[in-house]
């Protein structure tokens, strides 16, 4: 596609459901990040996809946190167990290798547990 | 761990007037500094970028500036536009095995007319 797509755009959940956002980078865009940005502050690196090598997870802020990256394209980030605190807006980002300065990001998955 | 920081959460400018916008680090092996400029309800978007070895780097209306001997780094936009108005990050990208972007806290900007 022309960007980067995440869904769902916002997502409402209860204190202990799971969910899974999603993300579609942009084709050919082998290098693949998840930030997380809470309110009014900053972007929280969370993880990093970089073609077949394995993952930088260094980022993710606890084990109720994982991602996968299918056949090098869609990643899925699944929190589990939801809690208040995993309030954010998740966003996705794309490049077309590792190490990239310029990163294409999505519009963000804004995630709201209640 | 390593952080960028920002000096001033808001900023605001009179439309036309140039804007400064402020970033300390405390990387000194960072290879790279980078501003990205977010807009409400988007996701944050490349202006520029600056190699550690530089001093400065010019770009459309917007030049940033790096102070290695300070840790400091500045975006300046000239003739600021209502269309600047955004919220504005600073980010490093460390050396070596680092491919990750660390951001900063980001300065609001708000263009008047």
């Known amino acids: 596609g022309a960007g980067v797509s995440q869904s769902p755009s916002n997502k409402v959940t209860e204190k202990g459901k799971d969910v899974e956002l999603r993300c579609d980078p942009i084709?050919?865009?082998?290098?693949l990040y998840w930030y997380r940005q809470s309110l009014g502050q900053g972007l929280e690196f969370l993880i990093y996809f970089q073609g077949n090598s394995a993952p930088d997870k260094s980022g993710l802020p606890s084990d109720r946190f994982s991602a996968e990256r299918t056949g090098g394209s869609v990643s899925t980030l699944t929190i589990q167990r939801t809690q208040q605190e995993d309030s954010a807006v998740y966003l996705c980002a794309s490049s077309p290798s590792s190490g990239a300065n310029v990163l294409t990001f999505g519009a963000g998955s804004r995630l709201t547990v209640l | 761990g390593e952080s960028v920081g920002l000096h001033l959460p808001t900023l605001s400018v009179q439309e036309g007037d140039n804007s400064i916008i402020n970033c300390a680090y405390s990387?000194?092996?960072?290879?790279?500094f980078i501003w990205y400029k977010q807009e409400s309800g988007k996701g944050p978007q490349f202006i520029i970028d600056?190699?550690?070895?530089?001093d400065k780097r010019q770009g459309q209306r917007v030049t940033v500036l790096l102070n290695k001997t300070v840790k400091h780094l500045s975006l300046q936009i000239a003739a600021t536009q209502p269309g600047d108005s955004a919220v504005y990050f600073c980010a490093e990208r460390g050396s070596g095995s680092a491919r990750q972007l660390t951001f900063g806290s980001g300065t609001q900007l708000t263009v008047l007319p």
């Open positions: 600056i190699r550690s070895n530089m």
């Open positions: 084709s050919g865009h082998t290098a």
């Open positions: 990387n000194s092996a960072s290879d790279y």
